[in-house]
């Protein structure tokens, strides 16, 4: 499982992801990146899967040469349906249920005129706890998976009810305290179902901005964590917001 989030804003798309992987008992084996970002079709692409998501997502993409993101979106049940096959032919001791991986798609849609984002999964939601088909492309506006606690969201200036948000928000704000918060979330079944409990953000924070024909990226916070250990945010310095060179954008609170 891999925590980040996605916002359609007036701009572009505003993109958040941490940069840890680990196996099934939570320890680290990789730190890297998890966003795909296409600037010359105006898209971009972070993933949570049970491995090699994104890699084998690019594999996928690169024989079918996408145009713009509207052959994205039109492809990308197709290509959700090869990567789950490559997953199965290199882990086939992991299973239907073990081998899964879920996209959050963002970019500029010629078709609409307009920027546009969904998100699909590679199996049936209802085993990860949403109600969504597999290899179906889910629209969104607004989304973080997984849930943050209340705790967690009070710690970094949250309402424990995302909802009580009104007003214009700010997406790079928000984005910022809910994968802080998630940092701070102990998750259950983090690899798939049946695994066991932990800490899923580690590694870094990468925050990306897509607008059309160009791209700005960051890596707005570095943590201590190490190859072979697990996640562990207990020894983390106190929260704060740091923008740097992050671009303003806004979007309207949900009804």
Same mark, same amino acid.
């Given at each position: 499982?891999?925590?980040?989030?996605?916002?359609?804003? @007036?701009?572009?798309?505003?993109?958040?992801?941490?940069?840890?992987?680990?196996?099934?008992?939570?320890?680290?084996?990789?730190?890297?990146?998890?966003?795909? =970002?296409?600037?010359?079709?105006?898209?971009?692409?972070? &993933?949570?899967?049970?491995?090699?998501?994104?890699?084998?997502?690019?594999?996928?993409?690169?024989?079918?040469?996408?145009?713009?993101?509207?052959?994205?979106?039109?492809?990308?049940?197709?290509?959700?349906? @090869?990567?789950?096959?490559?997953?199965?032919?290199?882990?086939?001791?992991?299973? @239907?249920?073990?081998?899964?991986?879920?996209?959050? &798609?963002?970019?500029?849609?010629?078709?609409?005129?307009?920027?546009?984002?969904?998100?699909?999964?590679?199996?049936?939601?209802?085993?990860?706890?949403?109600? &969504?088909?597999?290899?179906? +492309?889910?629209?969104?506006?607004?989304?973080?998976? +997984?849930?943050?606690?209340?705790?967690?969201? @009070?710690?970094?200036?949250?309402?424990?009810?995302?909802?009580?948000?009104?007003?214009?928000?700010?997406?790079?704000?928000?984005?910022?305290?809910?994968?802080?918060?998630?940092?701070?979330?102990?998750?259950?079944?983090?690899?798939?179902?049946?695994?066991?409990?932990?800490? =899923?953000?580690?590694?870094?924070?990468?925050?990306?901005?897509?607008?059309?024909?160009?791209?700005?990226?960051? =890596?707005?916070?570095?943590?201590?964590?190490?190859?072979?250990?697990?996640?562990?945010?207990?020894?983390? +310095?106190?929260?704060?917001?740091?923008?740097?060179?992050?671009?303003?954008?806004?979007?309207?609170?949900?009804?």
């Amino acid at each position: 499982m891999t925590a980040n989030a996605m916002f359609v804003v @007036e701009d572009g798309i505003v993109v958040f992801s941490d940069g840890a992987a680990y196996d099934e008992t939570g320890t680290v084996r990789q730190i890297h990146d998890k966003q795909l =970002i296409r600037v010359d079709i105006d898209t971009v692409i972070t &993933c949570s899967s049970s491995g090699s998501g994104l890699s084998l997502l690019n594999l996928a993409m690169s024989s079918d040469a996408p145009r713009g993101f509207d052959d994205v979106a039109d492809q990308m049940p197709g290509w959700s349906r @090869e990567v789950h096959a490559m997953m199965m032919a290199a882990f086939p001791e992991r299973g @239907e249920t073990e081998n899964w991986a879920m996209y959050l &798609c963002g970019g500029w849609s010629e078709r609409a005129q307009a920027w546009k984002a969904f998100f699909i999964i590679t199996m049936p939601g209802s085993l990860l706890g949403m109600q &969504c088909e597999a290899h179906t +492309p889910v629209p969104l506006v607004s989304y973080t998976k +997984p849930a943050a606690s209340a705790e967690a969201l @009070e710690k970094v200036g949250l309402p424990t009810d995302l909802r009580a948000l009104t007003g214009p928000i700010d997406p790079h704000d928000l984005g910022l305290r809910l994968m802080m918060a998630l940092r701070h979330t102990e998750q259950t079944e983090i690899h798939g179902p049946g695994s066991r409990s932990g800490y =899923i953000v580690g590694g870094f924070l990468q925050h990306t901005h897509l607008r059309r024909g160009r791209a700005e990226t960051r =890596i707005a916070y570095r943590w201590p964590d190490e190859i072979g250990r697990p996640i562990d945010p207990s020894g983390d +310095p106190p929260f704060t917001i740091e923008y740097g060179t992050a671009p303003a954008s806004a979007m309207e609170a949900a009804e």
